[in-house]
């Protein structure tokens, strides 16, 4: 089962920048969805940003507008350009991924991102 694993996040202030990476363990071209979640604490863990292996991407309301998810095929990475940062995105990022042919994702170890007003 593939294997992911984040690097990126941190504090930052209010209108600044993060960019998170997650590298997985298999060609990336085997994975069929692979993107972000995040979870605040109390609350549930709530998508981010996802795209497929065939270019298509989702983003949240929230996320629509500051932030881009890309993919680097030769690297096994996706990445989450976030700009414009708010407080409210203070929240442990968590990378996932799922394979061609398997019914449940795997779950990074989740990257704390925090953004002081």
């Known amino acids: 089962q593939v294997q992911v694993v984040e690097s990126g996040g941190g504090l930052v202030q209010a209108g600044g920048s993060l960019r998170l990476s997650c590298t997985a363990s298999?060609?990336?071209?085997?994975?069929?969805?692979m993107g972000w979640y995040r979870q605040a604490p109390g609350n549930q863990r709530e998508l981010v940003a996802i795209?497929?292996?065939?270019?298509?991407?989702n983003y949240a309301d929230s996320a629509k507008g500051r932030f881009t998810i890309s993919r680097d095929n030769a690297k096994n990475s996706v990445y989450l350009q976030m700009n414009s940062l708010k407080p409210e995105d203070t929240a442990v990022y968590y990378c996932?991924?799922?394979?061609?042919?398997?019914?449940?994702?795997?779950w990074g170890q989740g990257t704390q991102v925090t953004v002081s007003s």
């Open positions: 298999v060609s990336i071209a085997s994975i069929i969805s």
């Open positions: 996932y991924a799922r394979q061609l042919g398997s019914t449940w994702g795997t």
């Open positions: 795209t497929s292996n065939d270019g298509d991407t």
